[in-house]
């Protein structure tokens, strides 16, 4: 990274990185009751190359933020027993970003964020190979892109030494994402994957942490969201409110005892994916600890997780 002040409250920020991985694995199952024996040896390299961009501006009210990213990514896979076809992929990719904040008092500010993410596939999502079990037939798909996730959100922030409040309504969008593709024949489901995801998520976040009295922490985190996932091709889709929940207390207490309680959930259904859904939940927890020893060096907790 390198960062250069141009004139005042303007700076350039360039920066580049490097990423190389290198798995081998070797995976054997054998599915008893049958003839079928898998005995599999497989390398994986994965290289990404980046290079970025930012200007950066500070005023005694303003800031702002504005970049872009390339990314060049390559994958390859091979058997060294020989018993697949090699396959590789080349992906590129731009990824831009851009921020936007007031400073409405010294408490108070309002930022306005666009951000772009990439997931690219993976190097079992693109093998080429057809793996075989006595219900399941799965293949990659090599043709995979990677696809862009984007996301506009604005924040509002309100921060004092004992209060902390923070409300982001925000909209994710994607198209062409990665997704599996199943089927279904003669009591076998074929699974592969393709670039066939409309992804769409409107949420109002919430985020409070309030210290009533000395000792007394409390940290409310609420996600309230609609999302739709669609394949528009063979007109399938998933779509659902819900309101993901976080409550949380520290409590100090004589003798050196501090008590955690906390609670998280989720009202309503959300898809996951274009198959499935997610129903309700619910669970909880309480701890109670104690520190010992010179300088407070051993910790005891006892703790419950959803007892009933």
Do not use: C
């Not at 694995?25 to 390398?43: A, V």
Request: aromatic letters at 14%; charged letters at 15%.
């Amino acid at each position: 990274d390198w960062l250069r002040p141009l004139v005042k409250g303007h700076q350039l920020e360039i920066g580049t990185k490097y990423i190389d991985r290198n798995i081998n694995s070797h995976n054997t199952q054998n599915f008893y009751g049958t003839d079928l024996l898998t005995n599999d040896e497989f390398q994986h390299t994965t290289r990404v190359l980046a290079g970025y961009a930012d200007y950066i501006f500070n005023s005694e009210k303003w800031s702002a933020r504005a970049g872009l990213r390339y990314e060049y990514s390559f994958m390859r896979g091979s058997y060294p027993d020989g018993k697949s076809e090699t396959f590789d992929k080349h992906l590129g990719d731009w990824v831009p970003q851009a921020t936007l904040k007031y400073q409405l008092t010294d408490a108070q500010s309002l930022k306005l964020n666009y951000t772009t993410s990439i997931n690219r596939p993976g190097i079992s999502y693109l093998n080429p190979a057809v793996v075989t079990s006595p219900s399941i037939v799965q293949q990659g798909n090599p043709e995979l892109t990677s696809s862009h996730n984007q996301r506009i959100s604005l924040i509002y922030s309100y921060i004092l030494p004992q209060l902390t409040l923070q409300i982001a309504p925000a909209y994710n969008f994607s198209s062409g994402g990665i997704s599996s593709v199943q089927t279904a024949k003669n009591d076998i489901r074929y699974y592969t994957y393709g670039n066939i995801l409309r992804y769409r998520r409107f949420s109002i976040e919430q985020y409070v942490q309030w210290k009533p009295f000395d000792g007394t922490t409390l940290v409310i985190n609420n996600n309230l969201r609609y999302e739709h996932n669609e394949n528009p091709n063979l007109g399938y889709r998933t779509f659902g409110w819900s309101d993901i929940g976080y409550i949380h207390l520290t409590q100090s207490l004589p003798w050196k005892l501090r008590l955690y309680l906390s609670a998280n959930g989720k009202i309503g259904n959300s898809p996951s994916g274009i198959y499935y859904m997610q129903h309700s939940w619910f669970n909880y927890y309480a701890s109670l600890q104690r520190s010992f020893l010179k300088d407070d060096r051993l910790t005891v907790r006892l703790g419950v997780n959803t007892p009933f």
